[in-house]
């Protein structure tokens, strides 16, 4: 366990893990597409993991945005109101 704790690896180790470990999610996201891959890598530096159970809200409609979400695993819903209904899509991963 402590050979990959993060403090015992080089920036250049630690650099390539990330990239290697979100290549699927946030690599591939269009958001990142044609960036400089020095900004994708402080990107994946400051990522930081969150957990929510089934009825969670991740946000709610006119909230100020000041977090990017990518769904690593799992299912979102993503309620849109309508004037008859609110529709849903579903994002699963």
Known sequence: DALFHKNNLSPALE?????????DTVC???YFLNKDANYIIEVLR???FQVFLPGDYVTRRGEIASTMYFISR???AI?????NHSEKT????
Do not use: F, I
Not at 15 to 23: D, E, F, K, S
């Open 74 to 76: 799992g299912m979102l």
């Open 79 to 83: 309620l849109v109101p309508s004037q």
């Open 46 to 48: 400051v990522l930081e």
């Open 28 to 30: 591939s996201s269009e």
């Open 90 to 93: 579903l994002v699963d991963r």
């Open 15 to 23: 650099n390539a893990l990330l990239v290697y470990l979100y290549r």
